[in-house]
């Protein structure tokens, strides 16, 4: 238990990578929070995007971490984009209970002219479109999929308004990226992408998540709108905490998740349970790419045959797989 005791630097800090979970009873919420450190760092040095595609797509490994560590069994969350904008694709796929990996689809040129209109705000950079937020329980069990809209408003106000509109769960989210710069032992420059983020909702038992109005012609007299419920004021006190948390206390490894933790609800007392390492981890292998291209037909592998070979470039870590197509006619 977290409280304002002065003893803070005698608990164990979590440290880059790891989701920490978290309560606060005095303000009835319960949360997650995260900084990615060297596995987001991995991810995007890896496709070595524009800047302003890196830091999108940041944004979105960061929200898909924090809401595919809630999972309670093996599965997937996945986060995917489609749009009008110059990153008219993101795909963020996260495997409990640890493994991550992303990739951004987009125009270089509309890019580039974005930026150079000063045009990088992600949901500038995305534009109008859909956002499918997909959980996959594996084999023989139907998916699960939301889809919100791209409208012009942030990942953050997205997340907040599916949450409300899904699941009529107050929610309040924080997301930020940043591209750190330091000397390492050899006194060259070096850099780290690192990116954190807060989530923190109302609990399910709270009023705030049945709050309805009776429409005119209802059971309310004269067909008046019933008056409404005043806003809890532990959350509008919750969400004007977590409304104070600059993008550098997010991102800055010298103010790890605990830390970030005690500053905003030391006063009220927050409680920390063990939290979920993050990994930078594809499940693609030349085995299943295999199992794929032995199913399609003689005429597409022929079709997909060039210098005698058939290659095959993971979207996600890159990995290159090169194929026999006679190999794959005989497996047929």
């Known amino acids: 238990m977290i409280t304002n005791s002065p003893m803070l630097d005698h608990i164990p800090l979590s440290g880059d990578d790891v989701v920490v979970p978290f309560q606060v009873e005095g303000l009835d919420v319960r949360g997650r929070t995260v900084q990615l450190g060297a596995a987001l760092d991995a991810i995007l040095k890896r496709h070595n995007y524009p800047e302003a595609v890196s830091r999108l797509l940041g944004e979105a490994a960061v929200l898909t971490v924090l809401l595919?560590?809630?999972?309670?069994?093996?599965?997937k969350?996945?986060?995917?984009?489609?749009?009008d904008g110059p990153v008219d694709m993101l795909v963020v796929d996260f495997r409990t209970p640890d493994a991550i990996r992303a990739y951004a689809r987009f125009d270089e040129e509309r890019v580039a002219e974005f930026v150079a209109s000063g045009k990088?705000?992600?949901e500038e950079l995305l534009g109008q479109g859909t956002l499918a937020l997909t959980v996959d329980q594996g084999?023989?069990?139907?998916?699960y999929q939301g889809i919100v809209a791209l409208d012009g408003s942030s990942l953050e106000d997205i997340a907040r308004n599916y949450f409300m509109q899904s699941e009529q769960i107050a929610t309040e989210v924080q997301l930020a990226v940043a591209r750190l710069f330091e000397r390492g032992a050899d006194g060259k420059p070096t850099e780290q992408w690192r990116a954190g983020g807060l989530?923190?909702?109302f609990l399910p038992q709270s009023e705030l998540r049945a709050r309805h109005r009776d429409l005119h012609g209802g059971d309310n007299p004269n067909g008046a709108e019933a008056e409404?419920?005043?806003?809890e004021d532990e959350w509008q006190e919750a969400r004007s905490l977590v409304s104070t948390i600059d993008d550098s206390e997010l991102t800055d490894p010298q103010v790890p998740?605990?830390?970030?933790?005690?500053?905003?609800?030391?006063?009220?007392?927050?409680?920390v349970y063990e939290g979920t390492k993050v990994v930078d981890h594809c499940a693609c292998s030349r085995d299943k790419i295999f199992g794929v291209l032995k199913g399609f037909s003689a005429e597409e592998l022929e079709h997909s045959t060039e210098n005698g070979k058939i290659s095959v470039t993971c979207?996600?870590?890159s990995s290159h797989y090169d194929f026999d197509p006679s190999e794959l006619a005989a497996a047929q």
């Open 68 to 75: 595919g560590t809630s999972l309670k069994f093996d599965g």
């Open 77 to 83: 969350f996945i986060f995917q984009t489609k749009s």
């Open 120 to 122: 990088t705000k992600p």
């Open 139 to 143: 084999e023989f069990t139907q998916r």
């Open 199 to 201: 989530m923190v909702q």
């Open 228 to 231: 409404q419920a005043p806003v």
């Open 257 to 271: 998740s605990e830390r970030l933790l005690y500053r905003l609800f030391h006063e009220r007392g927050v409680r």
């Open 315 to 317: 979207e996600f870590c």
